[in-house]
């Protein structure tokens, strides 16, 4: 578990600012902090925070970039694992920052170290994991999980580079244990041809996952029951109606989606994908996008003088509520306490759990 430091400095005041004032003071702040502070913020972030940015895009893009500036200080506007892992990424003397500590990942809690120890334990009453599984986490993770797998010969992976690493996986051993994310494990294992039936669920809170020993002799990939709430929200009923309406529309989705949503979908990527594909398109051209609602939003204006049509898959308000915790007012008062030489919210993950989960990070990045 990463160790947070806090400045015990009142945030009281800057709760109740004004949306107005909050955005004045916040870039009063970075003038002040001029290049000794550099402002991460996620695709899935608010408009109100995300027009502070001086570096956007995904989470292991931004924690490599920070790591690449002279900033004393990597201020994240994303949530607890991003922070962690531009923590483990970054040089020695750079702080990583979370302006809010409530800003989490409810995907990131459905699998704890205990859980996954618990499940190592046993496996190991009925093979020998060490020898036959290979832990793959989601970066989307802790980092107590990342050293896990780095401790165990296992590695990280992204929503981008997931086949190539279950490839390097299964070239080292037959099963792979993917967790957090069943839905990026199963589209993953998809791609890959593995059938549907050799991919079995562990239920973290079951003895043995709720699986019997044949079952796990069977699987070759074993999916935690982890999803994101977000991408939860979509469903095939939304695109089926979509291309009723619009038949020459384009549907493209995000790999945490649901395998019935992947299926119907015509293109799936990353963050960074997703925008690509809709930006490299064709003009006047409408797609339907399986992903959180601030990224679609923002797309959709950035496209429309093309003619593009953007449309949000979901009928309901569906976003990212822990990445909306940080706001305006969190963020001044983080920058504001920056520039007058107080840190508050520091990140910063023990020394030898980062050692462990960079082991598993640096795999990645070597594998894609």
């Not at 969190?330 to 050692?355: F, M, S």
Request: hydrophobic share 40%.
């Amino acid at each position: 578990m990463s160790v947070v430091q806090i400045v015990p400095i009142s945030f009281d005041r800057f709760n109740a600012l004004a949306d107005r004032e909050a955005t004045e003071r916040i870039r009063a702040a970075k003038a002040r902090l001029g290049n000794k502070a550099v402002l991460l913020c996620h695709h899935y972030q608010r408009a109100d925070v995300y027009q502070h940015a001086d570096l956007t895009g995904d989470s292991l893009k931004l924690s490599r970039l920070a790591s690449q500036s002279d900033a004393d200080y990597i201020v994240f506007c994303g949530v607890h694992f991003m922070a962690e892992v531009a923590d483990i990424l970054s040089r020695p003397e750079q702080i990583s920052i979370l302006p809010d500590l409530a800003a989490g990942c409810s995907m990131a809690d459905m699998a704890s170290l205990a859980k996954v120890e618990r499940a190592w334990r046993e496996l190991s009453s009925v093979m020998n994991p060490d020898e036959k599984v290979t832990p793959v986490t989601y970066i989307n993770s802790a980092a107590d999980l990342k050293a896990f797998c780095g401790e165990h010969g296992g590695i990280v992976c992204t929503s981008s580079n997931a086949p190539k690493i279950l490839e390097w996986s299964f070239a080292r051993r037959e099963k792979v244990l993917f967790f957090p994310d069943q839905h990026l494990g199963r589209w993953s294992g998809h791609k890959m041809g593995i059938p549907l039936d050799e991919m079995a669920i562990w239920n973290p809170d079951l003895e043995m996952g709720g699986l019997t020993k044949a079952q796990i002799a069977k699987a070759k990939i074993i999916l935690w029951h982890g999803y994101c709430s977000v991408h939860q929200m979509f469903q095939p009923a939304h695109i089926i109606k979509f291309r009723n309406q619009y038949p020459d529309g384009k549907v493209i989705s995000h790999p945490e989606c649901s395998f019935e949503v992947c299926r119907q979908s015509d293109a799936i990527g990353s963050t960074e994908t997703i925008i690509r594909t809709v930006k490299d398109s064709a003009p006047d051209t409408r797609w339907l996008v399986g992903t959180e609602l601030n990224l679609v939003e923002r797309l959709a204006e950035e496209v429309k003088h093309e003619g593009k049509i953007v449309q949000f898959m979901a009928p309901t308000v569906c976003m990212c509520s822990t990445m909306q915790r940080i706001d305006p007012q969190h963020l001044a008062w983080t920058l504001e306490n920056l520039a007058d030489g107080r840190v508050v919210n520091q990140i910063k993950v023990p020394e030898h759990e980062a050692g462990l989960a960079k082991i598993a990070l640096q795999r990645m990045l070597d594998a894609s």
